[in-house]
């Protein structure tokens, strides 16, 4: 059973930071890539930003030089900085990755965490 948990949303004034996590627990042989995504209220969930196993990374035209995304692999963990935050970042954020046990190769989703950018 694998498991993926964001953590680190909140509350934050325009201007400020966060940091997510995304940790990846259970029957792990090797994670590959993974991205973030953001649902706005009312909206479709999309595309924020990638990392490769590799530790390549993209990033939609939106976030490009405030957010930074990166990954620990000894902690199965990865991080999602975002500086400069705008009220147009608000949403609920979620992981996915793909992961393989050694058995399966699957597309794994979190349970999202909460960031409210609002003065």
């Known amino acids: 059973q694998v498991q993926l948990v964001e953590s680190g949303g909140g509350l934050v004034q325009p201007g400020g930071s966060l940091r997510l996590s995304c940790a990846a627990s259970?029957?792990?042989?090797?994670?590959?890539?993974v991205d973030w995504y953001r649902q706005a209220p009312g909206k479709q969930r999309d595309l924020v930003a990638h990392?490769?196993?590799?530790?390549?990374?993209n990033y939609v035209d939106s976030v490009k030089g405030r957010f930074t995304i990166s990954r620990d692999n000894a902690k199965n963990t990865v991080y999602l900085e975002m500086n400069s935050l705008k009220p147009e970042d608000t949403g609920v954020y979620y992981c996915?990755?793909?992961?393989?046990?050694?058995?399966?190769?699957?597309?794994?989703w979190g349970q999202g965490t909460q960031v409210t950018v609002s003065s």
């Open positions: 996915n990755a793909v992961i393989s046990t050694g058995f399966h190769l699957r597309n794994y």
């Open positions: 259970g029957s792990i042989f090797s994670i590959r890539d």
């Open positions: 990392i490769t196993s590799g530790g390549s990374t």
